[in-house]
């Protein structure tokens, strides 16, 4: 089993960037493809990006396509989510997801991941 912490969470103005991360316990983070999804208020999780388990291929919600990018670091087991030019509507509670992968998995229905973090809030001001 995997336990996943998210930080990097807070508030921010609109136009500005925050960087969230995602610690994985244990000794095999290179096998999970990772992802980060979000729950903005009286709404529904939504996927947000997606990464393979290598980290040489990316899937960005069309919502956050060209402003987020999605990375990992192997020796720190981290994932991470770099969130520029933020807008009022990215306010969330953001989560990251991870699934065993054997290859090119880029998961991005809810369904399709095994572990989940607690959130971490982000709230953009306007």
């Known amino acids: 089993q995997v336990q996943l912490v998210e930080s990097g969470g807070g508030l921010v103005q609109a136009g500005g960037s925050l960087r969230l991360s995602c610690v994985a316990s244990?000794?095999?983070?290179?096998?999970?493809?990772m992802g980060w999804f979000r729950r903005a208020p009286e709404k529904e999780r939504e996927f947000v990006a997606a990464i393979t388990r290598s980290g040489g291929s990316t899937y960005y919600a069309d919502s956050v396509k060209g402003r987020f990018t999605i990375s990992r670091d192997g020796a720190k087991n981290t994932v991470y989510l770099q969130m520029n030019s933020l807008k009022p509507e990215d306010t969330a509670v953001y989560y990251c997801?991870?699934?065993?992968?054997?290859?090119?998995?880029?998961?991005?229905?809810?369904?399709?991941?095994?572990?989940w973090g607690q959130g971490s809030q982000v709230t953009v001001s306007s």
């Open positions: 997801a991870a699934v065993p992968s054997l290859g090119g998995t880029l998961a991005v229905r809810e369904y399709e991941y095994d572990y």
């Open positions: 244990g000794r095999t983070f290179s096998r999970y493809a």
